[in-house]
């Protein structure tokens, strides 16, 4: 169902969609709750996740158009933060240190996905590029690879921040300091995002080269990794090194190895002198 509708209106049926996706998602989480293989909360938040990627990929589906997961990565972090929160009761200084930095990171995400939304009808060129390249395959590469993928390692991600809400501890040095991190992150991208979109409005096709995209070639990527890494930093400076580094980890690779070697090659491909900006200018800041 390849429709065009206009871009407020696209904002309002993607606004329902995640609206039934959420519902969806807690009516399993409390579903779960009288059953002993799932009694865990944090395995019945995993699965509410699970089940609400599920849903957005099925609308995806219906409007031809994997774009409609977009929003997924920034949305559903804040909300089941806070949501977490109402649910636990818990309200200490970590737990809001962490609400504050996940909210204004969000909101940054959302804000950047709202300006560049086209309209349902518009799917970003990397899924273009699979549709076109493995048709055969496409539908188990949009399920697992494109929607479910980036949703498990959001949650692996989230984790340090979900087990937040189960330590006693009073906030420490470290855990302002990671707080810091997430916030510098966000306003990174904030910066890096201003500085992207006044560049192509005044030098269309040109490669951005100024601002932050003078000393790194991805600062939003840049600030994205590091968010994540500021949150494993607030859970460590309560529990220490452990396990849940993974998810950092995760986020990191994935952008490494996934992300950044696609847009490079696009850039490569589409922009004659992004070859000598690729040279001078580091892939990080």
């Not at 909210?103 to 549709?131: M, P």
């Not at 100024?210 to 590091?226: A, D, M, S, T």
Request: hydrophobic letters at 50%.
């Amino acid at each position: 169902m390849k429709r065009d509708y206009s871009k407020w209106c696209s904002v309002a049926l993607i606004t329902a969609i995640y609206t039934l996706a959420g519902v969806a998602g807690w009516l399993l989480f409390e579903a779960l709750a009288s059953n002993p293989l799932t009694f865990n909360p944090l395995i019945r938040l995993f699965l509410a996740d699970v089940l609400a990627t599920i849903v957005v990929w099925a609308f995806g589906l219906l409007y031809e158009n994997v774009s409609v997961y977009d929003p997924y990565w920034s949305v559903f972090p804040p909300i089941a933060f806070l949501l977490w929160a109402f649910y636990t009761g818990v309200w200490s200084v970590p737990v809001i240190l962490l609400l504050i930095a996940s909210w204004y990171w969000g909101w940054r995400l959302t804000r950047n996905w709202a300006i560049t939304f086209k309209g349902i009808a518009h799917e970003d060129w990397r899924y273009t590029k699979y549709r076109d390249r493995h048709p055969l395959v496409f539908h188990t590469i949009n399920l697992f690879g494109l929607n479910m993928m980036p949703t498990l390692v959001v949650f692996a991600a989230m984790l340090p921040g979900l087990k937040l809400f189960e330590t006693i501890a009073q906030a420490n040095i470290l855990t302002y300091f990671g707080c810091i991190v997430c916030i510098a992150s966000a306003t990174i991208q904030l910066i890096a995002d201003k500085q992207s979109h006044d560049f192509r409005a005044a030098h269309p096709g040109k490669v951005c080269n100024v601002g932050l995209w003078k000393h790194g070639r991805h600062p939003n990527y840049f600030g994205e990794i590091q968010f994540w890494w500021g949150i494993w930093i607030m859970y460590a400076s309560l529990h220490g090194f452990d396990m849940y580094i993974g998810g950092a980890i995760a986020m990191t690779a994935l952008f490494l190895g996934i992300s950044i070697p696609l847009m490079e090659k696009r850039q490569l491909a589409n922009k004659p002198d992004y070859s000598e900006y690729r040279k001078q200018t580091r892939m990080l800041i």
